[in-house]
């Protein structure tokens, strides 16, 4: 194909959008298919979210051997991941090497925005606009452009009088940032700033971190990955991958079906023990009522409260770094290395700002509870507009011209995740109304390619041109995702998979709380009844 401006443009199969694991692997299954492809990326390389957030102690918190492609058992045999948690560099380089291994980079438009994508009925076809270039035409348009993908950058009143550097760990310079001998300030204790805060103490000659809200937060007991266990996972790869997907959370976490209301305090607590031991969210796959019960919440909770208490050393600090206001795992619980030990630093400090509130940055730092904080740098670690903000900020048009955008004023609407009514031959990965962010989401993404990629399979083999969600179906789902949330603990937090951490945005649980294995049930289902709740024409 080419992208010469002067012709009209040749007719793709499809373009994708994001060059991340979920684009990767779509543009290598329809390839595959024998299809004409083009992923269109902002970055300068392949990655996603992993190509932008670079910041310090940036790790994923799924395994290594796990957070990886199982389509390709001699790409799994042959990649020797180092650390049983993967840090963003490694990750970058594994995708990097998908890349040049199945060749992806040649249909690949890298520093190439997309603005818009609009669909012409007469047609059936998605003209998808790009900055500062000419538009491509496709009979599908595919969206992979992530969950986590938008940073959130709050209106901190006074941040643009701040004389020294602000960096959003989001969107992390990629020459790196040298904070050495320098005051540096992180306002975010999610998942980013629990990773990122050790490393920055570390560099830092001293860090303030301002935190609003505690989280929860569980010890990697992360260490490099030695030959003999990089051999026993290959050895027993395919069913350590069946597994994976076989389980709600898209990885064998070891999940029992007993209830921790049915088991006395000394049970459950050494259960929790063993479980902390072992590292990662193993502790939520303790027992099965955790995000349903608030009881056993409360006990699961209780004892990482007692875990904080025991690390950090001034029974002050610790007090402040005690989560009380939402159940364990309904925001996501963080993964970290040394966390709470790095309070216990005499060149750290914490500032609480329920406590003593953000009044304003100056231009030398920050001012909370009427103290000033000198600073030279500053770090927001402060989240995304997630799941839907990348979808929402190009200008998607459906049939009659209708934005997607203002569809989903009330919250984001779709059929499975994957399709939304009045948007024909458009397909969402691993976004709001599927397990996606809930679950592994390389898992995840793996299921969703390979339904989509076996949806167009289906349409082009019957001689079908579009595929559209019905109404009908869309709004049963969105009511079945809605209630699945309602019936667990997950609303009960401020988090950002309802969409709270974004002001004005509306309240809606939006990712699938039923599990991996009961969605890609009914998803299977959907596709041997002629993808039923879909229109097929
Ligand atoms: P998160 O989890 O959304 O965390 C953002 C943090 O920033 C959180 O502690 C927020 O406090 C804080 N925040 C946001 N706005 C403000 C303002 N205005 N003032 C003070 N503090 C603020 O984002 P992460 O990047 O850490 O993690 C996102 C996901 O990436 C994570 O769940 C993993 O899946 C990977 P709040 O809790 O809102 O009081």
Not at 108 to 121: L, M
Not at 433 to 461: F, K
Not at 476 to 494: D, G, I, K, Q, S
């Amino acid at each position: 194909m080419t992208n010469s401006p002067s012709t009209a443009p040749e007719l793709l199969d499809a373009v994708v959008v994001g060059a991340g694991f979920s684009g990767l692997y779509m543009l290598h299954k329809l390839r595959a298919q024998g299809l004409s492809v083009r992923v269109l990326e902002a970055g300068s390389d392949v990655g996603g979210t992993w190509y932008w957030n670079r910041y310090p102690g940036a790790r994923c918190d799924v395994e290594s051997v796990d957070y990886s492609y199982s389509w390709d058992e001699q790409l799994q045999q042959e990649w020797e991941w180092t650390e049983r948690y993967p840090a963003q560099p490694e990750i970058q380089r594994y995708l990097a090497h998908v890349a040049d291994r199945f060749d992806l980079r040649r249909d690949i438009s890298f520093d190439t925005r997309v603005t818009a994508a609009h669909y012409d009925e007469d047609t059936a076809r998605w003209t998808v606009h790009r900055e500062g270039r000419d538009p491509l035409v496709s009979r599908f348009c595919i969206r992979d452009t992530g969950c986590l993908s938008v940073p959130q950058t709050p209106r901190l009143p006074g941040l643009a009088d701040f004389r020294g550097p602000v960096h959003h760990t989001g969107t992390w310079p990629e020459s790196g940032v040298d904070f050495s001998g320098q005051r540096v300030g992180v306002v975010g204790t999610g998942s980013s700033g629990i990773q990122a805060i050790p490393v920055l103490a570390e560099q830092a000659r001293h860090l303030t971190v301002f935190q609003r809200t505690p989280n929860f937060s569980v010890p990697a007991m992360n260490g490099p990955l030695d030959a003999e266990t990089l051999r026993q996972v290959k050895a027993t790869y395919p069913e350590r991958r069946r597994k994976a997907r076989a389980s709600p959370s898209g990885v064998d976490r070891g999940d029992t079906e007993q209830n921790a209301v049915d088991v006395d305090e000394h049970e459950r607590r050494q259960e929790f023990e063993n479980r902390w031991g072992k590292g990662g969210f193993s502790l939520l796959g303790a027992y099965a009522d955790l995000m349903l019960d608030q009881r056993a919440n409360d006990a699961v909770a209780g004892f990482v409260r007692d875990k904080i208490r025991e690390v950090v050393d001034d029974p002050d600090t610790a007090e402040r770094l005690l989560p009380r206001d939402h159940p364990l795992g309904a925001k996501r619980i963080c993964v970290d290395t040394g966390y709470f030990e790095t309070y216990n630093r005499d060149d750290v400090s914490l500032v609480d700002l329920l406590e003593s509130p953000l009044e304003t940055v100056t231009a030398d730092g920050v001012r909370a509870g009427g103290t000033e904080h000198e600073l030279d740098a500053l770090v927001l670690a402060t989240g995304f507009d997630a799941m839907t903000g990348a979808l929402n900020r190009i200008d998607v048009r459906g049939r009659r011209g209708q934005q997607l955008a203002r569809r989903w004023d009330a919250g984001p609407r779709t059929y499975l995740g994957l399709g939304v009514a009045g948007f024909p031959n458009m397909f969402i990965l691993a976004g709001p109304g599927s397990p996606s962010v809930l679950t592994n989401m390389v898992t995840s993404i793996e299921q969703h390619v390979e339904w989509t990629a076996r949806c167009i399979e289906y349409l082009d083999t019957n001689g079908y041109r579009t595929i559209e969600a019905e109404a009908e179906a869309e709004r049963e789902w969105v009511a079945h995702v809605n209630e699945m949330a309602a019936e667990t603990l997950f609303p009960r937090a401020n988090s950002w998979y309802l969409g709270a951490n974004v002001p004005g945005k509306q309240r809606v649980f939006m990712p699938y709380v039923g599990g991996l294995t009961l969605y890609e049930q009914k998803c299977e289902e959907v596709a041997a009844a002629g993808y039923s709740g879909f229109v097929v024409k």
